[in-house]
């Protein structure tokens, strides 16, 4: 494509580079150094999009490297939603750190809740009562759900199509009830907990979640419906940053980014975890790796988050929810009246949290954006030693330069909405 | 597993947990045990006190033996094998804790204790997690028993482990605290219903494993999660017992005890332990101000202070030279403070009035504190002249108390003035003789020492010093004698209560005083009418009093809980201070203070005063202390003295 | 082309005769479910003592930090909560606190919980940090006053009603609106004869004399 351009003219020799001028002047920062607009001997031109920029999704810094309109190079600039939870993790005792979690990749908190909770149940060798561990599959499902939600209705968004936005958020508000009730709060839920969840759910949880399984296979048809023959879709995402398996492979990308370049890798099949095994679904998967595929892939994917959550919800079995090990779980409030023993257990927990062996562990769960994993390591007190998270949000974006590179800048927009990510994950 | 055969070297060797030890003969297995870092739970066993075995808590299988046995109380053998993790052990533990809990109240929000309390934490990690009583079958007890006006007792909450009663018969020796009736009804009580009077009841809380004796000053005053712990050193005497300050919101909240085995024993007295809210006062000098001819004052910054300082005393000092210019500094100096103020007053001053106190103090020397606090226990006999060494260091006594009833050390206790004849009749032959007196006893202490030695008879002296840093300020030469590591001064100057008197009758025209409000207090007309007549009178103190209201320039200090630096106790023994508590003021450290002053007078290479810089000075200056580190002795050629 | 263009308009179409999602918001209310954690709430006992005894668990629990708690003794014949111990002085940083909920589930006595309200946007800072005052339910009947008024009383009328000690503004904000009355105020509630008329909320107990 380079080539049908006009060759590309040196500037007037002599002149001081205008750039160079300004940095002289205004001074750039030694951080900056690295990412700096420069002005490049061809024709080629930099262009800064975001990091206030409302199709970058969050604050990311998109540096690109525009070709008349065709972008030659990229060079995402991220930090800037850089919380330091990981390090705050260090000095809060475990339990302390769900609702940390919760912040992170803020569309789906319960399945961050889930990995983090995984990760600690996996070092204190506990398990979580089936109740428990399928309550937390509903969670994660409409977590899911809500999060492919906000991406169906902002991607759409970004390509021109108003409507799915507004509907995709009116679906949504089902979901964000559904936490509210259950946690009492819509978005940062910290309703999974290490050993189980925060209160099992009260009877309202029924008719919400039937709610669910009746009416969003119809949602989805409609969406479908809107969107998915739509000719000017089609037209802006098929054949839009594409990415090979083999290259999807080694620049780690996950989830359905992933899926869509034709891998069947969910880890929810790969390594089945909170009982996952249970449940009947089937792993979609795209074959051309284009927006378009990722774009069918999420569809079919809420579709079996569906299906999950009927199977988890008509199997709930009766019995507790958190964990029997009463070293790790809060004891029943009626008992912190009338037990001494609950008493300072509950008094030992709340202020101190339990203790964790010495050790190391990674747990991953498949989040709406690929794999989350948790890889915590344990001196052996009452807090991580270290916590690193794998975050998917991160490796997706790093292939984002190589989707984008000879595409059209205004289908960056599409690519970075099909690659879902959520700047909270990116930068922990 | 067998352990190795004995090598008749007065070790022992055995196995815990799969883990060879030595340890040496007559150690009890609890010690072994904590010597390759296995934790075994104890309630009545305290490195302090002998052992009981009353709590069970910390009964361990031991391989060969039917039973279970205490760690705390079982002396280790040659080729024991002891299993402190096996299931019988761990359900010993599970039923000792389950009877524990049995009739404790649910008080752990409440309870002062909570959060640093043994029965939670053993409970928690050893202990059932349900319990299998009915509340309702609880027996109670009074609660919030009052057993003076220090401490309060909760009978409910006891576990019977008798450590407070232990500690009054083994550690103090007062017996006031008792056991009273039987079964399940016994209860800890003071002797007779008697409001305790000892003057270290303040030990009885920290010894508490469980919430039972708590501490009234600080009660319901934090929780252990809210303070922040800084290693400190009790300033209320020179004995400098090791403590924990514990502040939160910027007040001390209390001072918790950190065993020095060389200086406290982990035993703090009264007076010390419950000094540490005095620290919170908000009576405090903040701003500096001069005060020029007419009386007028004025607010300034402290550059300016500094400066005008400088000005003024160089006035004085052009027309009648350096002599014109006392200097007092205080025990409330750190070593550092001390040493650069009379560092300021010799070389840059030019001044030899330099004096820490009021009463005449000549020829000082090393050899009067040259016995080391633990190496009372280590005497054939302690002579203690009169009764104001252990009023004014009240913790001595513990320590000779131990070395009475544990080391069998004779410790005569005599009359401040008793005869040096008499004295030596009652030692009879010893190898080595402790004579512990007050500083103000100098001269006795001194005949005394001299007739107790020679013909196989070594005699240690222990001079109790006034004052948080008595014993610093010394060694640092705030001496009209005397400059740092008791070298002489040449010329030697005028002490205390001369400055002072000089001052009132004009030859002194200017006084210099550093945290001097605490000595000079209570003096009356002497200090009032110096200080009305000196012309120029720099104040550098802390609290509002009379030298605040006659300064001339007045530069709010740092207090000893908002400083860093070291202080050295009566022994000798140099240790670090650390900030608890952030300045009331805004105005910098004294050493940088008097840097600038030091700078503003003229005087050159004297740096900005930073902490490490003064120390490294300090050390080039005095050898001893640079060999004494953070908590060692300063060592002196006692032969030079 | 055409017949998707008219598919995805008939959809549009049908959605605008379906009766609409939105709530107007301020005039209408969405009702918080019972587990809604929005601006906390220490509670009293029925006879007007607080549950608080100030055992700053919830300080502990607490994974930001937001909770100050400062403990004093209660003085036996005016005590301010049951048993030894109450809280002189509870303050929530409202701008800090991320409504995690651990300071409710900490807390031994259930004094403290988060309730319904999530109006919480004020002009100035300081009126965010909560004081005892502030998170202290009226006495008595503060469900009644709950019903009355769901929105709770705003942190902008709280300035107009001035704070009188020991009144919580949401009671401020029914006098002025003389919603429900407070009966009970400033006089022995039924069932209360010897207790204080009025439990001071922040009140320094008189030293206890020892022995």
């Given at each position: 494509?380079?080539?049908?351009?006009?060759?590309?003219?040196?500037?007037?020799?002599?002149?001081?580079?205008e750039?160079?001028?300004?940095?002289?002047?205004?001074?750039?920062?030694?951080?900056?150094?690295?990412?700096?607009?420069?002005?490049?001997?061809?024709?080629?031109?930099?262009l800064?999009?975001?990091?206030?920029?409302?199709?970058?999704?969050?604050?990311?810094?998109?540096?690109?490297?525009?070709?008349?309109?065709v972008?030659?190079?990229?060079?995402?600039?991220?930090?800037?939603?850089?919380?330091?939870?990981?390090?705050?993790?260090?000095?809060?005792?475990y339990?302390?750190?769900?609702?940390?979690?919760?912040?992170?990749?803020?569309?789906?908190?319960?399945?961050?809740?889930?990995?983090?909770?995984?990760?600690?149940?996996?070092?204190?060798?506990?398990?979580?009562?089936?109740?428990?561990?399928?309550?937390?599959?509903i969670?994660?499902?409409?977590?899911?759900?809500?999060s492919?939600?906000?991406?169906?209705?902002?991607?759409?968004?970004?390509l021109?199509?108003?409507?799915?936005?507004?509907?995709?958020?009116?679906?949504?508000?089902?979901?964000?009830?559904?936490?509210e009730?259950?946690?009492?709060?819509?978005?940062?839920?910290?309703?999974?907990?290490?050993?189980?969840?925060?209160?099992?759910?009260?009877?309202?949880?029924?008719?919400?979640?039937?709610?669910?399984?009746?009416?969003?296979?119809?949602?989805?048809?409609?969406?479908?419906?809107?969107?998915?023959?739509?000719?000017?879709?089609?037209?802006r995402?098929?054949?839009?940053?594409?990415?090979?398996?083999?290259?999807?492979?080694?620049?780690?990308?996950?989830?359905?980014?992933?899926?869509?370049?034709?891998?069947?890798?969910?880890?929810?099949?790969?390594?089945?975890?909170?009982?996952?095994?249970?449940?009947?679904?089937?792993?979609?998967?795209?074959?051309?790796?284009?927006?378009?595929?990722?774009?069918?892939?999420?569809?079919?994917?809420?579709?079996e988050?569906?299906?999950?959550?009927?199977?988890?919800?008509?199997?709930?079995?009766?019995?507790?929810?958190?964990?029997?090990?009463r070293?790790?779980?809060?004891?029943?409030?009626?008992?912190?009246?009338?037990?001494?023993?609950?008493?300072?257990?509950?008094f030992?927990?709340?202020?101190?949290?339990?203790?964790?062996?010495?050790?190391?562990?990674?747990?991953?769960?498949?989040?709406?954006r690929?794999?989350?994993?948790?890889?915590?390591?344990?001196?052996?007190?009452?807090?991580?030693?270290?916590?690193?998270?794998?975050?998917?949000?991160?490796?997706?974006?790093?292939?984002?330069?190589?989707?984008?590179?000879?595409?059209?800048?205004?289908?960056?927009?599409?690519?970075?909405?099909?690659?879902?990510?959520?700047?909270?994950?990116?930068?922990? | 597993?067998?352990?190795?055969?004995?090598?008749?070297?007065?070790?022992?060797?055995?196995?815990?947990?799969?883990?060879?030890?030595?340890?040496?003969?007559?150690?009890?297995?609890?010690?072994?045990?904590?010597?390759?870092?296995?934790?075994?739970?104890?309630?009545?066993?305290?490195?302090k006190?002998?052992?009981?075995?009353?709590?069970?808590?910390?009964?361990?299988?031991?391989?060969?033996?039917p039973?279970?046995?205490?760690?705390?109380?079982?002396?280790?053998?040659?080729?024991?094998?002891?299993?402190?993790?096996?299931?019988?052990?761990?359900?010993?533990?599970?039923?000792?804790?389950?009877?524990?809990?049995?009739?404790?109240?649910?008080?752990?929000?409440?309870?002062?204790?909570?959060?640093?309390?043994?029965?939670?934490?053993?409970?928690?990690?050893?202990?059932?997690?349900?319990s299998?009583?009915?509340?309702?079958?609880?027996?109670?007890?009074?609660?919030?028993?009052?057993?003076?006006?220090?401490?309060?007792?909760?009978?409910?909450?006891?576990?019977?482990?008798?450590?407070?009663?232990?500690?009054?018969?083994?550690?103090?020796?007062?017996?006031?605290?008792?056991?009273?009736?039987?079964?399940?009804?016994?209860?800890?009580?003071?002797?007779?219903?008697?409001?305790l009077?000892?003057d270290?009841?303040?030990?009885?809380?920290e010894?508490?494993?469980?919430?039972?004796?708590?501490?009234?000053?600080?009660?319901?005053?934090?929780?252990?999660?809210?303070?922040?712990?800084?290693?400190?050193?009790?300033?209320?005497?020179?004995?400098?017992?090791?403590?924990?300050?514990d502040?939160?919101?910027?007040?001390v909240?209390?001072?918790?005890?950190?065993?020095?085995?060389?200086v406290?024993?982990?035993?703090?007295?009264?007076?010390?332990?419950?000094?540490a809210t005095?620290?919170?006062?908000?009576?405090?000098?903040?701003?500096?101000?001069?005060?020029?001819?007419?009386?007028?004052?004025?607010?300034?910054?402290?550059?300016?202070?500094?400066?005008?300082?400088?000005?003024?005393?160089?006035?004085?000092?052009?027309?009648?030279?350096?002599?014109?210019?006392?200097?007092?500094?205080s025990?409330?100096?750190?070593?550092?403070?001390?040493?650069?103020?009379?560092?300021?007053?010799?070389?840059?001053?030019?001044?030899?009035?330099?004096?820490?106190?009021?009463?005449?103090?000549?020829?000082?020397?090393?050899a009067?504190?040259?016995?080391?606090?633990?190496?009372?226990?280590?005497?054939?006999?302690?002579?203690?002249?009169?009764?104001?060494?252990?009023?004014?260091?009240?913790?001595?006594?513990?320590?000779?108390?131990?070395?009475a009833?544990?080391?069998?050390?004779?410790?005569?206790?005599?009359?401040?003035?008793?005869?040096?004849?008499?004295?030596?009749?009652?030692?009879?032959?010893?190898?080595?003789?402790?004579?512990?007196?007050?500083?103000t006893?100098?001269?006795?202490?001194?005949?005394?020492?001299?007739?107790?030695?020679?013909?196989?008879?070594?005699?240690?002296?222990m001079?109790?010093?006034?004052?948080?840093?008595?014993?610093?300020?010394?060694?640092?030469?705030?001496?009209?004698?005397?400059?740092?590591?008791?070298?002489?001064?040449?010329?030697?100057?005028m002490?205390?209560?001369?400055?002072?008197e000089?001052?009132?009758?004009?030859?002194?025209q200017?006084?210099?005083?550093?945290?001097?409000?605490?000595?000079?207090?209570?003096?009356?007309?002497?200090?009032?009418?110096?200080?009305?007549?000196?012309?120029?009178?720099?104040?550098?103190?802390?609290?509002?009093?009379?030298?605040?209201d006659?300064?001339?320039?007045?530069?709010?200090?740092?207090?000893?809980?908002?400083?860093?630096?070291?202080?050295?106790?009566?022994?000798?023994?140099?240790?670090?201070?650390?900030?608890?508590?952030?300045?009331?003021?805004?105005?910098?450290?004294?050493?940088?203070?008097?840097?600038?002053?030091?700078?503003a007078?003229?005087?050159?290479?004297?740096?900005?005063?930073?902490?490490?810089?003064?120390?490294?000075?300090?050390?080039?200056?005095?050898?001893?202390?640079?060999?004494?580190?953070?908590?060692?002795?300063?060592?002196?050629?006692?032969?030079?003295? | 082309?055409?017949?998707?263009?008219?598919?995805?308009?008939?959809?549009?179409?049908?959605?605008?005769?379906?009766?609409?999602?939105?709530?107007?918001?301020?005039?209408?209310?969405?009702?918080?479910?019972?587990?809604?954690?929005?601006?906390?709430?220490?509670h009293?006992?029925?006879?007007?003592?607080?549950?608080?005894?100030?055992?700053?668990?919830?300080?502990?629990?607490?994974?930001?930090?937001?909770?100050?708690?400062?403990?004093?003794?209660?003085?036996?014949?005016?005590?301010?909560?049951?048993?030894e111990?109450?809280?002189?002085?509870?303050?929530?940083?409202?701008?800090?606190?991320?409504?995690?909920?651990?300071?409710?589930?900490?807390?031994?006595?259930?004094?403290?919980?988060?309730?319904?309200?999530?109006?919480?946007?004020?002009?100035?800072?300081?009126r965010?940090?909560?004081?005892?005052?502030?998170?202290?339910?009226?006495?008595?009947?503060?469900?009644?006053?709950?019903?009355?008024?769901?929105?709770g009383?705003?942190?902008?009328?709280?300035?107009?009603?001035?704070?009188?000690?020991g009144?919580?503004?949401?009671?401020?904000?029914?006098?002025?609106?003389?919603?429900?009355?407070?009966a009970?105020?400033?006089s022995?509630?039924?069932?209360?004869?010897?207790?204080?008329?009025?439990?001071?909320?922040?009140?320094?107990?008189?030293?206890?004399?020892p022995?």
């Open positions: 494509m380079t080539a049908a351009l006009p060759p590309a003219t040196p500037p007037p020799t002599g002149e001081p580079d750039y160079a001028r300004a940095r002289e002047t205004l001074g750039v920062p030694s951080h900056l150094e690295a990412i700096e607009l420069t002005q490049i001997d061809d024709d080629t031109m930099e800064n999009m975001g990091p206030m920029h409302p199709s970058t999704h969050g604050v990311l810094r998109l540096v690109v490297n525009l070709d008349g309109e972008v030659r190079e990229m060079r995402p600039d991220i930090g800037f939603l850089h919380t330091g939870f990981e390090r705050s993790f260090e000095s809060h005792t339990q302390q750190c769900i609702p940390f979690t919760d912040r992170m990749d803020y569309l789906a908190p319960p399945i961050n809740n889930l990995g983090f909770s995984l990760a600690v149940e996996k070092l204190l060798g506990i398990e979580v009562p089936l109740r428990g561990q399928y309550i937390r599959v969670m994660a499902e409409l977590a899911r759900i809500g492919h939600l906000i991406w169906f209705g902002t991607h759409a968004l970004d021109g199509a108003t409507t799915p936005f507004l509907y995709a958020w009116r679906e949504r508000e089902k979901i964000l009830d559904i936490n009730l259950v946690s009492g709060v819509r978005m940062m839920t910290s309703f999974i907990r290490v050993g189980g969840l925060m209160a099992d759910v009260p009877d309202e949880f029924s008719p919400m979640v039937e709610d669910v399984i009746h009416t969003y296979p119809g949602f989805i048809d409609d969406y479908e419906l809107l969107i998915t023959k739509n000719p000017i879709w089609l037209e995402t098929r054949g839009t940053g594409v990415i090979s398996v083999e290259d999807a492979l080694s620049y780690g990308v996950s989830g359905p980014t992933l899926r869509g370049s034709g891998v069947p890798y969910d880890l929810r099949k790969a390594q089945p975890y909170s009982s996952y095994d249970h449940f009947e679904f089937d792993v979609p998967i795209g074959s051309h790796g284009d927006v378009y595929d990722r774009y069918l892939v999420r569809m079919q994917e809420m579709r988050s569906v299906r999950i959550i009927k199977q988890a919800f008509e199997n709930l079995p009766d019995g507790p929810v958190n964990t029997l090990d070293k790790v779980a809060l004891p029943p409030r009626n008992e912190i009246n009338t037990s001494m023993e609950s008493l300072i257990h509950h030992k927990l709340v202020t101190e949290g339990f203790r964790t062996p010495r050790g190391h562990v990674y747990a991953a769960v498949e989040s709406p690929g794999e989350l994993g948790f890889y915590l390591v344990s001196d052996g007190s009452n807090r991580p030693y270290r916590c690193k998270v794998r975050a998917p949000s991160f490796s997706n974006l790093c292939a984002l330069p190589y989707m984008c590179r000879g595409e059209l800048i205004a289908d960056v927009v599409a690519v970075i909405g099909s690659i879902d990510i959520v700047l909270g994950d990116v930068d922990r | 597993m067998t352990a190795a055969p004995p090598p008749g070297d007065g070790q022992v060797g055995l196995v815990i947990d799969g883990r060879e030890v030595r340890v040496p003969k007559g150690t009890l297995l609890l010690d072994a045990a904590s010597e390759v870092g296995i934790h075994i739970p104890i309630y009545c066993a305290h490195p006190m002998d052992p009981v075995a009353v709590c069970r808590m910390c009964l361990v299988q031991v391989e060969k033996l039973k279970l046995q205490p760690a705390c109380a079982t002396v280790v053998s040659e080729g024991m094998v002891v299993d402190t993790q096996s299931d019988a052990t761990a359900k010993a533990r599970e039923g000792m804790l389950e009877f524990l809990l049995l009739n404790h109240p649910l008080d752990c929000p409440v309870c002062d204790r909570g959060g640093e309390c043994d029965l939670q934490d053993f409970a928690f990690r050893y202990g059932p997690d349900t299998r009583f009915p509340i309702t079958e609880k027996v109670h007890f009074d609660k919030a028993v009052p057993l003076s006006d220090k401490i309060e007792l909760d009978q409910e909450r006891c576990i019977l482990c008798w450590r407070c009663v232990r500690y009054y018969d083994e550690i103090t020796g007062e017996k006031e605290i008792v056991l009273q009736q039987r079964g399940v009804h016994t209860a800890v009580a003071t002797f007779d219903g008697q409001p009077r000892s270290y009841q303040g030990n009885l809380p010894i508490c494993p469980v919430g039972a004796l708590t501490h009234r000053q600080y009660r319901f005053k934090a929780r252990p999660w809210d303070l922040i712990r800084t290693k400190g050193v009790c300033p209320e005497c020179s004995y400098g017992c090791n403590v924990f300050v502040s939160r919101d910027f007040e909240k209390r001072f918790a005890s950190r065993d020095n085995p060389m406290d024993d982990m035993w703090l007295c009264d007076r010390g332990r419950y000094s005095s620290w919170n006062s908000t009576s405090r000098l903040r701003r500096p101000l001069v005060r020029d001819a007419a009386g007028g004052v004025r607010d300034v910054g402290v550059a300016d202070a500094v400066k005008e300082a400088a000005r003024r005393l160089l006035a004085v000092s052009e027309r009648g030279g350096g002599e014109v210019i006392g200097v007092l500094g025990p409330d100096c750190t070593n550092e403070e001390a040493w650069l103020l009379q560092r300021l007053a010799r070389e840059v001053l030019r001044t030899p009035h330099i004096d820490h106190q009021l009463a005449e103090m000549l020829r000082l020397g090393p009067e504190h040259a016995l080391g606090i633990a190496e009372i226990e280590s005497c054939t006999a302690v002579v203690v002249l009169g009764p104001e060494p252990e009023v004014n260091a009240p913790v001595l006594t513990l320590r000779l108390h131990k070395a009833t544990k080391r069998g050390v004779a410790v005569h206790r005599v009359a401040a003035n008793a005869e040096p004849r008499d004295i030596t009749a009652r030692v009879g032959d010893a190898r080595l003789v402790g004579v512990v007196a007050d500083e006893n100098r001269a006795r202490a001194a005949a005394v020492a001299s007739a107790l030695a020679g013909g196989g008879t070594a005699v240690k002296r001079t109790v010093t006034r004052g948080g840093n008595g014993r610093g300020v010394k060694d640092m030469g705030l001496l009209p004698d005397l400059a740092p590591g008791y070298r002489p001064a040449v010329p030697a100057g002490g205390g209560r001369a400055i002072l000089s001052a009132t009758s004009g030859s002194i200017a006084l210099l005083l550093l945290h001097a409000g605490g000595v000079l207090a209570g003096l009356g007309a002497l200090v009032e009418s110096a200080l009305r007549i000196a012309k120029v009178v720099v104040v550098i103190d802390t609290k509002p009093g009379v030298l605040a006659a300064a001339t320039v007045l530069i709010p200090g740092h207090s000893l809980m908002e400083k860093q630096g070291s202080v050295t106790n009566l022994e000798g023994r140099v240790q670090r201070i650390r900030a608890a508590l952030p300045p009331a003021t805004s105005v910098p450290s004294e050493l940088r203070v008097l840097s600038m002053l030091a700078g007078l003229g005087a050159e290479g004297w740096g900005s005063g930073d902490l490490m810089e003064v120390h490294r000075a300090l050390a080039a200056d005095v050898p001893a202390y640079a060999a004494a580190g953070n908590g060692g002795r300063a060592r002196w050629e006692v032969a030079a003295a | 082309m055409f017949k998707e263009i008219a598919k995805g308009m008939a959809f549009t179409l049908k959605q605008m005769l379906s009766k609409p999602i939105t709530l107007q918001w301020p005039e209408e209310q969405k009702p918080s479910p019972p587990r809604h954690r929005g601006r906390h709430i220490l009293r006992y029925d006879n007007g003592l607080e549950k608080c005894i100030g055992c700053e668990l919830c300080a502990a629990a607490c994974p930001v930090g937001c909770i100050y708690v400062g403990s004093a003794e209660n003085d036996p014949a005016h005590p301010v909560s049951p048993g111990r109450y809280a002189e002085r509870y303050e929530i940083n409202l701008m800090r606190c991320i409504y995690c909920g651990y300071c409710a589930e900490a807390c031994p006595t259930e004094a403290i919980t988060l309730g319904p309200r999530y109006e919480l946007a004020d002009y100035r800072r300081e965010l940090v909560a004081t005892k005052e502030d998170l202290l339910e009226a006495w008595p009947g503060f469900e009644k006053s709950l019903a009355d008024n769901p929105r009383a705003g942190a902008d009328q709280r300035e107009q009603a001035g704070r009188a000690p009144v919580s503004p949401r009671v401020a904000w029914e006098d002025r609106e003389g919603a429900v009355g407070q009970g105020r400033g022995p509630a039924a069932g209360q004869e010897g207790l204080a008329p009025h439990v001071p909320t922040v009140a320094t107990p008189p030293k206890r004399n022995g």
